[in-house]
């Protein structure tokens, strides 16, 4: 995951040398000319205010090491303006387990304590305060970079009850979480209407620990203190710009 931070930083950077600024931008050359302003217009190509977009995206999921989590997404989004927004997304996540569960249950003869990511259905602000153009096999691409913060309601399932017993059979009970979200993303332009995303999303919620282990072959666990737990979703997609 470091890797991955790692390799999106270092592209967001390098791409930021190339965001142009809004038409209405205003630089001070201060080394040209303390009494000079210069103004930079842009020749907007693709323009977002009153849009509607539809988008679809597909991923993976990162936040235990003891899952394999791929998600699949659709979002319907709304630009009042430039560079402000709002977005309603829906996610479904699909969840097997990596072979290091089964190594701990095969040595320890216990299953580790899992929380596993099903559904969520939520909304974010969108602010988009970068727009650039990227010059490719003499083509030119354009691109919108933006951010996003909102809230999500989070369906997830643990084994909270019955992880680490050596009595019971596992399973896994439904929660409910209420998520706070937050993202970056880029959007390439392909044409007016469609556009290629690539996007990374974060989701941070308190949920309960296990806390005492149950007694005798009918017992269950019971609830510890809660933690923050995270998930992170990297996605590609496509959009319809109306």
Partial sequence: ????????????????????????SLYDFL????????????????????????????????????LNTHNVNLKIGYYFSEEWGIEIFGSKYFNSFANNKGEVKRIANVSPFLRQPEQAIGATLLWTPFYGKINTFNKIFYFDWGFGLGAAMLDTTSNLKTAGSTTLKERFDDEDQISFVYKTDFKFHLNRHWHF???????????????????????????????????YDFMLGVGYKF
């Fill in 31 to 66: 080394w040209l000319d303390p009494d000079k302003s210069v103004y930079v217009l842009q020749n907007k190509l693709y323009k977002k205010t009153n849009s509607f977009y539809l988008e679809l995206d597909a991923g993976v999921a990162f936040g235990d090491e003891f």
């Fill in 197 to 231: 995303t690539a996007e990374l999303r974060g989701m941070l919620f308190s949920a309960p620990l296990v806390g005492g282990l149950g007694d005798g072959p009918g017992g269950v666990n019971t609830e510890g203190e809660n933690k923050i737990f995270d998930y």
């Fill in 1 to 24: 995951m470091k890797q991955l931070g790692m390799i999106l930083f270092l592209l967001s950077t390098t791409l930021s040398f190339n965001a142009l600024s809004s038409e209405d």
